[in-house]
């Protein structure tokens, strides 16, 4: 029963992307993805060095090991009382170079297991499609994302999915983040880290039509189907009352919301079309294109929220760090080790722009803060910042749905195990509400240890929200 004034049936729960969990990378038939050839570092150039010595650690090939103790992992997440768990699937595992026409068994077995196994504990899944897990050989072979091919590659690795998991799973997102591909081209198109614009917005102009493709599969296959676009939303405010200011984060807001507008409302916007003729970028669309995004959108839209970010119009910029999106530090707001600048209220003005925006179902896939946690003598881990952090969070999502009237229908907490971070390959950037015992080096048992806020989060879920 709930406690709260919070709708019944809100999938509470966790998240977690198959590269920074499963390890097993070249187990069962695995291809390499891209993220297996990437080392750990903070500095995200560094990351890409091809030349890497060949003892060097690659924080992906094992992970927190969750392809052999998923078992476990899942019984944690039924303990806290999980509605939901958001997860993705290795391209690699199935189709381990990305172009062949019939699936690896094993990997798709694996999938069976990890899936019935939350649906024995009555744990919906979320399916991500692609998390940031290009096959290699795609990029090798075909040049990624800029090579029209993929789409077809894509389209059927979807279908091959939607067939085997049909009934158990209901909920997907197509491709994680779409727009941070403007900001990851290697990690999320396969392409160049200097690509250009034009180079890019082609890239995903295909992974728009990708994602369309799915739709339709996913819902000739099974018509309950319901298809995410997912994107990683920060709103922009602008630093001062200037105009100019105003008027500089206003447009950059709206080029991020281009991706969810092409994704849910099934056209390019006039704005970004005129935006292309401006910068002399020319995107090709195929025969058939648009009518495809016209004729399936995708039918609710997943985001990550982790920070808010300023634009002004100065030349001068005092930058912060916060995922990806290099935006100006905000004075009001204090930021985490990591430079992510921490603003609960954002959520709630995002939830409120992306509802008015779409009128289709909203969902929290990602939400967190990533910090060094100690451990006590007594073996405890006392994270009461990741609980004040969340707490806050939720606070805010609680008051768009109850006061504002904004249809969000769950929250997954991000990393919701410690897991490897997608940005730096770090482990001691933990958002888990478990910890595991391995380091950046990949040393450490693999053991599993529930924090504090495990305990609070269980607690906030039983009652259907904070109270
Ligand atoms: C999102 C990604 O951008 O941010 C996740 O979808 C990622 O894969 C998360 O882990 C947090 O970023 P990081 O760099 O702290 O792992």
Redesign the pocket.
């Known amino acids: 029963m709930s406690k709260t004034n919070m709708p019944e049936g809100f999938l509470w729960g966790g998240a977690t992307?198959a590269n920074?969990v499963e390890g097993a990378w070249n187990e069962d038939g695995k291809g390499p993805s891209y993220v297996d050839g990437l080392i750990a570092s903070r500095d995200i150039k560094k990351r890409y060095a091809k030349n890497a010595p060949e003892d060097s650690y690659f924080p992906s090939h094992q992970a927190i090991d969750f392809y052999h103790r998923y078992k476990e992992d899942i019984a944690l997440f039924a303990e806290a009382g999980f509605k939901t768990y958001r997860m993705s699937i290795a391209w690699t595992r199935i189709f381990p170079n990305g172009d062949e026409t019939q699936p690896n068994e094993k990997g798709l077995a694996f999938y069976d297991n990890v899936i019935d196994e939350l649906i024995k504990h009555q744990i919906e899944p979320i399916l991500t499609i692609s998390?940031?897990e290009m096959p290699q050989y795609l990029i090798d072979e075909y040049g990624g994302w800029a090579n029209r091919k993929l789409i077809d590659f894509y389209a059927n690795y979807a279908k091959v999915l939607f067939e085997r998991y049909k009934g158990k799973v209901k909920y997907w997102l197509t491709f994680?983040?779409i727009n941070?591909a403007m900001f990851l081209p290697q990690m999320a198109l396969g392409i160049r880290i200097d690509a250009t614009d034009e180079e890019k917005y082609q890239a995903i102009h295909h992974q728009f039509i990708a994602s369309a493709l799915a739709v339709k599969h996913g819902h000739e296959v099974d018509p309950d189907n319901q298809i995410g676009a997912m994107l990683?939303y920060a709103p922009i405010y602008p630093l001062t009352a200037k105009p100019a200011d105003v008027f500089v984060a206003k447009q950059k807001e709206l080029q991020k919301l281009f991706f969810a507008d092409v994704q849910l409302k099934g056209y390019y916007p006039e704005r970004m079309l005129a935006y292309f003729a401006s910068q002399a970028i020319d995107v090709h669309f195929a025969e058939g294109d648009l009518e495809l995004l016209a004729d399936y959108p995708c039918d609710y839209l997943g985001f990550?929220y982790?920070t808010s970010t300023t634009m002004s119009n100065n030349k001068e910029k005092d930058l912060s760090e916060g995922?990806g999106i290099l935006g100006e530090r905000n004075p009001y707001l204090e930021e985490s080790e990591?430079g992510w600048q921490i603003d609960a209220l954002g959520l709630r003005f995002g939830l409120n722009v992306l509802y008015d925006r779409y009128e289709k179902p909203l969902i929290i896939v990602?939400n967190g803060l990533?910090a060094v946690d100690e451990i006590e003598d007594s073996g405890e881990i006392i994270d009461d910042y990741r609980i004040s952090y969340l707490g806050a969070h939720i606070k805010a999502m609680q008051d768009a749905i109850t006061i504002d009237g904004v249809n969000c229908f769950g929250y997954t907490a991000?990393?919701c195990i410690d897991l490897v971070?997608?940005?730096?390959g770090q482990m001691s950037?933990r958002y888990g509400l478990i910890h595991v015992d391995r380091d950046n080096e990949g040393k450490g048992t693999l053991n599993r240890t529930k924090k504090k806020s495990f305990y609070w989060y269980k607690d906030l879920i039983e009652q259907n929200g904070l109270n």
């Open positions: 992307a920074q998390h940031f994680n983040e941070m990683g990550s982790y995922n990591w990602e990533g991000w990393g971070s997608a940005g730096t950037k």
